[in-house]
């Protein structure tokens, strides 16, 4: 390695040698284009795009390392106002760089851009909350697999689309195929026709491998076989005596060392030859680019969806751009808040669980409606369910119940859900999500209220909640007569405030207020009258009955408490 301080910019280049592969070369352009939209923007090109790009090289401001023609530097950490992106920029001229790459909002000045232009290189931004690691991955990643570039433009791949490269890895090595997460989740099948098994079978009609044939495969070493190695792995005789299971090859599929999934071939009506075994190679090869794209575009998109959800929930004063795209139009729309209770969880496990939570709500979600929306907000889980007409609350509260179920599996807690009405707009869903929340609020203060509970079984403890929310700003409202019995109770030690409730919350029935509070029912009325003397209160009165009722409601625990009565 050799220091080159020259106008005192350094870089940090990864050692070839090490990632197993000289620098691949291939023209910038192309090296944009197979990235996809919206990563890489071109700010300025002053020798267009058609120059080579051999290498990422990262920006240091300690170390540094020669630069070579055609790199592609990235300007970690810079801003675009600083002195030290105009050096950057110049000095990547000056050593034949392809491009510099800054995050946007840091390079939105003209001094940047004219220094580019000046300096001969290309100016590129990434969005500014892509990480840089992911950028580099996905660069290194595209520029290895441009040797094996004929084979997916000979294939018709689009950069990302995994279901055509399950027809091309099918069609070359001559078999069914599936191209698989780390968790054994399909992510793209073949469907050309080939022969399936049964196992195969089950996998794409439940988009993951079965859970015995996962233990199978665990037992019998396949899994560890295949992620310590890069080369193809056989697997054979897994079939019991009367289930047919094909022979298949796997590969893994990697970037920069980082396990993105895997390639399964199921064997058809011929046994797998060398030339098959080269072909799965291949498309180990290139297949990492295709999935580090596809979950790229997938994050996007996740991300941007998430921002319209949230966006929504938090009320929409007039269209958006793209709100379509959510698929809730022209339906009712219910908001359902999910509630684990992880308050008593370490907040490293209680993210684990969360994330847990979010997986399986979406998934329970999305099988119920297909175009049911899922995002989590400061630890609440909220599902947009699009609901015909005539929807019954009931029905709600079923998949609510059912949703708990699956979700306390999840996360080894309580969990709530509370259940809004329908927003018949998307700009009412902000209400339905206030509804959702409040009833939630119920559902935590009262334990038998239960776990589950739709806005309308709930409305009278609505009520009393925002009354109570009045009263905690406004004290006049819990002012009046009853203050007398709070404060004799809290001097004297007597029972005059719960005589009062249990006399109203039983209509006035005295036997059945005397009961609930285990004493005769003489004695009930000797109190009663004492506590009319003390307070002035006209129980006869329906307007003093009705206030008297609320403000015993909005007690706060301490002035309600009662003890040993001596009177």
Known sequence: MTADRRIGVTFVRQDPARLGAEPAEVALSSLIEALGQGLLDVVVAPRGLDLTVTDPVIFDATYSHPTH?????????????????RELV??????????VVLRRGAADTAAVRAAAEAAGVALLLIPATTGWEHVFTLIRTALEASRAATWSSQAGLAIGDLVSLANAVAGTVGGAATIEDPDSSVLAFSSLGHPIDIPRQDTILGHRVPSTWRQVLRERGVFKRLYETDDVVHVTDLGEPDVFVAPRMAIAVRAG?????????AEADRPFDDRA?????????IAALHMLHHRAAGDIERQRQRELIQTLLDGLDEPMPGMSSLGLTGIPVVVLAVDPDLTHVAADEAEVRMERAVSVVTLYAEVFRRRARVVAVDGIIYILLPCPEGTQPSSLVGFADNVVQR?????????????????????????????????????????????????????GQLALLHLED?????PRLRAGKIRTLVDHDRRRRTSYVDTLRAYLDEF???????????????????????????????????????????????????????????E
């Open 277 to 285: 075994v080269q072909a799965l190679r291949a498309a180990g090869r």
């Open 407 to 459: 979700a306390q599996v999840a996360t080894r807690t309580v969990v709530r859900v509370g259940v809004g009405s329908a927003a018949p707009e998307l700009r009412d869903v902000h209400r339905s999500r206030r509804e959702a929340d409040e009833v939630l609020r119920v559902l935590r203060r009262s334990s038998s209220a239960g776990v589950t509970a739709h806005v309308d079984d709930v409305r």
């Open 69 to 85: 023609e055609g790199d592609l530097i990235l300007g970690v950490g810079l801003a675009g106002e600083s002195e030290a992106a």
């Open 257 to 265: 060392g980082e396990l993105l999934g895997s390639i399964w071939v």
């Open 508 to 566: 006035g029935d005295v036997p059945a207020a005397a009961a609930r509070l285990s004493i005769h029912r003489n004695t009930f009325r000797y109190r009663l009258g004492r506590l009319i003397e003390l307070s002035g209160l006209d129980l006869a009165d329906p307007d003093e009955r009705l206030i008297t009722h609320l403000q015993l409601r909005l007690l706060d625990d301490h002035d309600s408490a009662g003890s040993d009565p001596i």
């Open 470 to 474: 009045l009263a905690a700003h406004d």
């Open 90 to 99: 110049t000095a990547a001229g000056h050593e034949g760089a392809a491009a």
